[in-house]
Each structure stands twice: as C-alpha cells, then as structure tokens.
C-alpha cells in the first residue's frame, strides 16, 4: 500500500511539474498575477509529494520489502541500518528519485526564500526548475521505476554492492548530488534572465548565493569521493582522472568560475552576456555527468552495470536543455545591455582571467573525457585518454591561474596599480622563496618541480593572509584597531580568504603525495619485518572473524619508529554475503608527516601474503583543504548582504497578520 | 589613453584567443603523445605490436590460468574465446578480479609475447563489463546482455 501511495504521489508531482513549467511561465508573459502565483504552491507541492515518494522508497528498504524488485536487487535483511537508509540510492532508479528529490527542494526553496524577486522572474525561474523536474520524474516513471513490484516475492535480498557499504560513501551522492542539481537553480536564473531581457546587480546578488550552495556541496561531494577511493580501493592514489570522477569536476570548475563571475556582474554590472552563459554551461555540465554515469558509454572504473536504453533518455533531456537554452542565448543575449568599462589590469581583469583560465581547463578536461567516443566513431578504434594526459594539459593551465590567484584580490576595481598589488605580497613573497630553498635542500633528490609546486602552495596561503591582514591592518595598528576590523569584515571577504588558503593547504598535499610517495610491493609471510619510509612493519597475524554480512581474514601488522611501538594496523579481506564479492580495507596510520598505508593482498602459494606498502606524505592536507573551503562558502553564505532577502530588513519587530 | 568599450572587447577576445589556443596546441600534442589503444587478444595476434608501445589489453580471464606464484608476480590468460594473450603483473590484484570475468589490463609486450602489465583495472561492481571488452564479445557472438539479470 505504502508502495503504491509512493507510486501515485510520483506521478501526481510529474503532473504537477508540467503544470508549473506550463502556468507560470504564461502568467508572466501575460502579466497575470494569479497564474504567476500558482508556481509557489506548485513547487512547494512538488517537493512534498517527492519527499512522499522518496519516504515510501524508503520505508521499503527500512522493512526489507522484497515484493519491491528495487528493494530485492539491492538490499539484504542482514545488512546494518545506515546501509538499508544508503541502499535507497546506491542503485539507478533510488538514486535518481534521490536526485528529483534535492531538485525539488533547491525549488521549493527558491519558492519559499525569494520573497522579493520580482514576480515575473520567479514565475519565470519556477517554470524552469520545473520543467526540469518534469523531464526527470518523466524519465523515472518511464524508464526507471523504483516501486516496480516482484510476483512471487523472493525471501531473501540479493545484497548491496559491498563497496559501497561505507560511511563516507552513504552521504557521497546526497552531497555531489546537491552540488549537481543546485547548480540548476543558477541555469533557470539564466533561463528566466534571458526570457526578461534583463541582468543587473540585483540578478547576480540573487544567484550568487545558490551558486555558492550548490558549489559547497560540489566541493565536498567530490572530496568525500576521492577520499572514499583512496582508502577504500587500495590503490593508494586519490584522483585517477577517470569518466566518473571529470564528470563530477567539470561542474565545479565552471561552478568556480561562476561564482566569479558572478561578482563582477554584482559590483560592476559588467561580463553579464559571460555569466548567463557560464550559468548554463554548468548546470549542462551537471547533466553531461549525470550522462555519462548513468549510461555507461565511457569505460570507468567507477562505473556500475548499466543499461544503455536509459542513456538514450538522459541524452535526450541533455540535448533539450542544452540545445534549449543555448538556442535562447545565441537569440536573446545581445539584448542583454553591455556594462561598467575597465582597464585589463583591474580587479574585473583579474576575475576574467580566472575564468578564461578555468573555463579552458574545464575544456581540455571535456576534450579529454569525450575523445575516446568521438575517436570511436571516426575510426572504429578504441583508446584510452589517461592520467598523463590530464596532468599536463590541466597542469599547464592551472599553474598560471594558482600563481595569478593571491594578486588578484590586491587590485581595485575599473584600473589598477599592478606595482602597488605586488608591493604588498613582498612577505608572502619571502615566505615562498623560504618556502622553495628549504624543501630544494631538504628533499634535493626528489623531482625538481616539488620545491615550485610547494612554493605555490605557500604563496597560495600567505598571499591569502596578506590580503586579510592588509584589510584589518594587522601589526600596522594597536591590536584593538585590528581586532575590531577583523571582526567587521564582511562574510564574503573571510570566506574568500578562506576558500583561496584551503586551495593552498589542497595544493600541498597534491604536490607531496605526487611527488614523495613511496611504495613498496613484497610477500610477507606471519612475524616478518620490514623497514619502510623510516618505519619498522611487522606482518604480525593473520585472523580470521566474522561481521553483520561478511567474513573476515584480518592482517595484523604492527608498526615502531626506532624501536617504539606506535600502532597496530589491520587490513582485511571481506567475503559479503551473500553475494560472495570480495573486498580489502586498507590499514591507515595518520603521522604527522603522511600516511602509512597498509594493503594486506592474495595469500601466496608458499606461505604468506603479497603485501602492499605506501607512504602518502602530508595526504590528508588534500581532503583537509576541501573542507576549509567548504567552511570558507559557507561563511560567505551567512554574509547578511548576500541573504536573500537582505536589501530591505524589517524594522519593526511586529509581527504581520497572516492572510 | 581612454579604455572604450569596442577596445575592452578586444582585448578579452584577443586574450581568450590567446590562452584557447595554446591550450588547443598542447591538447592536440598531449593526445597524440598520450593515447593507449586498446586490442583485443585477436588484434594483438593480427597486428605486429612493438614492444615499446603501451596498449590495453581486453578480454575475458580465462578459466583455471591465474598462476600466483610464490612471489609478487602473478600470471593469467586473457581470451577472446578466439585468440589468448599471455599476462604477467607484478603487484596486488583488484578485489573483483576473478576467473571468467572481464579484465582490462595496461602495460606492453615482452620480447616473448607475454604481456607485462603495470595496471589491471578494477570495477566497483561485479556486473559491470567494460564497454570495450562488452562490445569485442558482442562481435564474436559470446555476449548475452541480460545474462546476469534474474527477476
């Protein structure tokens, strides 16, 4: 019954979603009011029946329904509750109910904090978020409906993909996927923008703030995914430029330009045509991923079995939106009036830069990601792009633009003294030559570009901080001057002061792992030893267990420095039922300094296991600096001027009559 | 020196051409220097491969030809049910590997035909075929696709 209710409040919203992609957008046209109105109710509607749908879904997994052939094929009574809560969107149909449902709530929340939109735009915005949310649920009731029923009901579940049984790896898809269809609510801006005709400060101020969400949990998304890979799949390495992990960052490097962008439109009501532009691009971006991963046309290792019939469908809804709203720009843009003039070398010169710079970045990943499939439609010959590809295209690219970054924020708007910027980066200057003399000595015979890439990383963070300290005259004024500048900045300023330093700590950690990582691959048979990156292992046991849905064969290995005992490190085999699928957790010891990184492998004929060794120098710094960039949005997000809402604060605390 | 709005244009077209089309240089010459190619186990034995040329190698493992050794190195037989390639890789196998399953492996030929292989490609999933290994089956009629998928 619960089933069939989540069924039905599904197809209600599909209704529903048409008639608010229909309604509002005629209202606006004719200027009706009461037709505009409906799109409010509508979407906070919408999300509510999702939310229903969603809820039913989940209360299958919750009581282990397998009459619900979703629920059979992905979920197993014996699997512990966080998994039965995460198995909801560990599968095609669950994840993509998952995925109407955060469309639903970033519209329902447009709806409910945008009081002061003019109504035709909201009209407007609402009848594309809509639209969208009616090509999905069409796509889900039609292709791919999670409450299908199974005639006779199986006893028993069939399991969950046991890799995906991880904490980290139930609030991935929540987390990327807000950050994917947020960005939707920047592409119906830009939709609704171009239909009005009209881009102002006021516009940009609105979008600003969803773009930043949605970028937040892009962020972070993607991090927690890469964190997942390196310590779930035993490889060691946390990026591997694969289909699945550039479909989720090519998003993000538009997303980033956006938010820049978006600045410039905001103070100088100038790059107003780029910005509409960068705002579909991203939200196409979003669904070229959403493409590419659920339709399997590019081999990933990240990629599950798929059906090629559903591909064709997100294709169509990619070509339409895409095609779509690319069509009304090439129309619509040059009504757009042009803005603010100035100079190259001014603050709007440095923010073009940066997004020159990472939109041809997000291009060469593009280019990259899709030749494979262009090559096979040519040739007929298969191929592979791989990391060494992406590492230097993207690292010729991105090299200027981290050098570029801390000036930047020096440089006043309309024309700028670019002497008097670099005059006041001369400390962060020094800390950078500092910076490369010590690590050229102190690592001389690692590969020569580590010292520069760490010189960056420095020049990064105290570029950062230079900027702060200029705005709060740190050291330039009596401590209570300062103190009480600082906490008069502005949210958006520390946040940007945030985001740009997390970048730097991110950078660290890429350059120390690329460059210093050590690796060792040996057998080793019960109470051997082995002296690596400055540590003593011993492969002290093996032990087998038993878990909630899985069996067990642990490894032991126990690590000292200089004869002192440190930790115990365990790295497993897990056999899932009941399934039978292996996997391997890896052993993590956290120093100061980097992880050591045990992987205990197959046993050997002979006795003993293959064991993999490594050391990851300062590896965590890369996750760690994600999430001071998160921190750094989300700060920027309380900003009161960037509150929707902000322009006209209540001045009396009284509280209306309600209608 | 008054900056004019024609003036500011150019200047952006001038310098988006610029970084564009550096980018597109590189690009073209890190693909043509970075591309691997994949075979499958009959191409491999219908081409002439050099043994400097990096490739991936596709195909199903075949049944009962994983060797682990007594050290690091372990063998198998990748087949295309029509032509099989030697394998050699030093290093810890992915979790889903497994006899009869689909493998993807890169590295290059030896002297004696084996080919030695740095990487084996792991999947997340045990139905998931990669698309190259799928589509060299489908050819030689040994792929059904709704094999795996009972009710």
Known sequence: MITETGHFVLILALVLAIFQTIVPMYGAAKNDARLMATAQTAAITQFLLVSIAFGALMHGYLVSDFTIKNVYANSHSAKPLIYKISGVWANHEGSLLLWVLILTMFGAAVAVFSGNLPPTLKARVLAVQGSVASAFLGFILFTSNPFERLNPAPIEGTGMNPMLQDPALAIHPPLLYAGYVGLSVAFSFAVAALIEGKVDAAWARWVRPWTLAAWMFLTVGISLGSWWAYYELGWGGWWFWDPVENASFMPWLVATALLHSAIVVEKRNALKVWTILLAILAFSLSLLGTFLVRSGVLTSVHAFANDPERGVFILAILVFFVGGSLSLYAWRATSLKAGGIFAPLSREGSLVLNNLFLAVAAFAVLTGTLFPLVYESFTGGKISVGAPFFNMVFGILIVPLLLLLPVGPFLSWKRANGLAAIKRLWIAGLAVVATIVTVFVLKADGPWAAPIGMGIAVWLIAGSLSEMAERTKFLRSPFMTFWARLKGLPGASIGMTLAHLGMGVTVIGIVAITAWKQERILVMKPSESINFAGTQVTFVSEIAGQGPNYSAETGRFDVTVDGKFVTSLYSEKRIFQPSGTPTTEVGIHPFWSGDLYVVMGDAVKTGGRTVRLYFNPFAPLIWFGSLIMFIGGMISLLDRRYRVGAPKKAKKPTLQAAE | ?151
Do not use: C
């Open chain 2, 1 to 151: 020196m008054a900056m004019t709005r024609k003036k500011q244009r150019t200047i952006m077209i001038l310098g988006g051409l610029a970084i564009l089309g550096v980018a597109s240089g590189v690009i073209l010459t890190q693909l043509k220097d970075t591309i691997v190619f994949f075979y499958t186990p009959t191409e491999v034995s219908e081409k002439s491969i050099s043994p400097q040329t990096r490739f991936r190698l596709g195909g199903l493992v075949e049944k009962g030809s994983v060797e682990r050794g007594n050290g690091v190195t372990v063998k198998f037989i990748v087949t295309d049910n029509a032509k099989t390639v030697k394998v050699s890789y030093t290093g810890t196998l992915p979790d889903l590997f497994g006899e009869g399953q689909g493998v993807v492996t890169e590295g290059k030929l030896n002297a004696g035909g084996v080919f030695v292989a740095d990487t084996v490609l792991a999947k997340h999933d045990e139905n998931y075929m990669p698309k190259e290994v799928a589509d060299s089956l489908k050819k030689q009629g040994y792929w059904k696709h709704d094999e795996d998928k009972k009710p």
